[in-house]
């Protein structure tokens, strides 16, 4: 079983839709969750970090159920400027990503 | 813009040249990292260096030898590559915050370096 497992996708998505990811992780041990957005040939970049109480940022929303070892995110009101990949990342020693998810959000 | 520079943007190399990769941050971070990214994949981590000594080796063959000369810089001396090690190779660095099982709050990304074996 891998490390962190998400659906690849991609999702098609129209403008102001709400969509969401999950993301299921094997090691119990794990010590932080965080996703990180990535656009077609460009580097990882931090989106939010993963809070047990949940947490929002924006248009965003994160959540983590350690009990059944899944974090979720939602996107409401998807914009254009959404479409990227979306990597589930958990860290222990170092990061450990998910093959990450497609979203493509159209007009 | 990136808080983590990362040069050459793109290398082309036969399998018998000698090149390095370079990275550069001036956050303070005391951990940097190398990662592979190959195309439509996650990125796989290659070493993880803290207070500029190597801590995490991922298995990663000989002919990639890492490099931490200053808190600074992180190179990567390539050499007798193979066509399979064509990939985006990514820099990051972070802040060392507690024990080592505490590391790594947030990690920033180079934008890459993409690389061509020939």
């Known amino acids: 079983r891998k490390e962190v497992e998400q659906d690849p996708g991609p999702f098609n998505v129209p403008e102001g839709a709400t969509v969401a990811f999950n993301c299921t992780y094997s090691n119990s041990a794990s010590q932080s969750f965080f996703w990180y957005r990535q656009d077609c040939r460009k580097e990882p970049k931090l989106l939010m970090s993963?809070?047990?109480s949940g947490n929002e940022d924006g248009r965003f929303t994160a959540q983590l159920n350690r009990a059944s070892q899944y974090i979720s995110l939602l996107i409401r009101d998807s914009k254009l400027s959404d479409s990227a990949t979306y990597l589930c990342v958990l860290r222990g020693r170092a990061l450990t990503f998910g093959s990450g998810t497609r979203l493509q959000v159209q007009p | 813009d990136t808080e983590v520079t990362q040069t050459p943007k793109h290398l082309v190399m036969g399998m018998t040249n000698k090149k390095s990769l370079k990275c550069e941050q001036h956050?303070?971070?005391?951990?940097m990292y190398w990662y592979k990214q190959k195309a439509k994949k996650p990125p796989e981590l290659m070493f993880v260096?803290?207070?500029?000594?190597?801590?995490i080796n991922e298995s990663v063959p000989s002919r990639f030898s890492p490099e931490c000369p200053n808190s600074s810089l992180l190179n990567l001396h390539l050499h007798a590559l193979q066509p399979e090690d064509s990939a985006l190779y990514l820099c990051?660095?972070?802040?060392?915050?507690?024990?080592?099982?505490?590391?790594?709050?947030?990690?920033?990304f180079g934008d890459g370096t993409r690389l061509s074996i020939l």
């Open positions: 956050m303070g971070h005391r951990a």
């Open positions: 993963v809070y047990s």
């Open positions: 260096y803290s207070y500029e000594k190597l801590s």
């Open positions: 990051a660095s972070s802040q060392l915050i507690g024990t080592e099982h505490t590391w790594g709050q947030p990690q920033h």
